[in-house]
């Protein structure tokens, strides 16, 4: 079941765009392992975690996902990520959290940098963790997203998130 906060979400998606569902590319592996070593140089205390399908190496959006969590201060390393990636999308100071979209290799990179990982980051961590433990439930997952070839972004974004929902 959608919460209000999903279905608030799913207003902000695009109806008429349609997904984009590929197969997996192992070069989004590749790049993602190297942006991590950036990471870590820059901000070696930093936990990384890389997650998403080309994380778990299914069909998806073939864009590369990752969180930096910090628990040190937030504003010093949003400076130190600004001189790596440039200004963030979006800022959440209510929520310490920085988020920024870029390319890297032919792939979009979606990456947040928080000092505390809670609610929906937190969630796809959690969420991710299970498709990596639950192979039947990774399966599931890729024919989910495969299933939404030609559908709009947004009824795409609505079944991954019943999908998710109904694991919670």
């Known amino acids: 079941m959608l919460t209000e906060d999903n279905l608030k979400y799913l207003q902000t998606i695009s109806d008429t765009e349609l997904a984009h569902i ?3 590319d192992p070069v989004a592996q590749a790049t993602a392992q190297k942006i991590k070593a950036e990471l870590h140089e820059a901000l070696p205390d930093a936990r990384v975690i890389y997650f998403g399908s080309s994380a778990l190496g299914i069909a998806g959006e073939n864009d ?3 969180g930096v969590i ?3 201060e937030y504003g010093s390393n949003g400076k130190v990520l600004r001189g790596l990636y440039g200004e963030p999308i979006k800022i959440d100071e209510k929520s310490h959290k920085l988020r920024w979209e ?9 990456m947040f940098l928080t000092n505390v990982l809670v609610g929906k980051s937190l969630q796809h961590i959690k969420n991710h963790e299970r498709l990596i433990e639950d192979k039947n439930l990774q399966k599931a997952y890729e024919e989910l997203k495969l299933s939404c070839l030609g559908l709009s972004r947004r009824e795409y974004m609505k079944k ?4 998710f929902s109904e694991l919670e």
């Open 160 to 163: 991954k998130l019943e999908f």
């Open 102 to 110: 870029f390319r890297r290799g032919g792939f979009v990179v979606e």
């Open 64 to 66: 590369i996902d990752l």
């Open 70 to 72: 910090d628990a040190s």
């Open 22 to 24: 590929v197969a997996f």
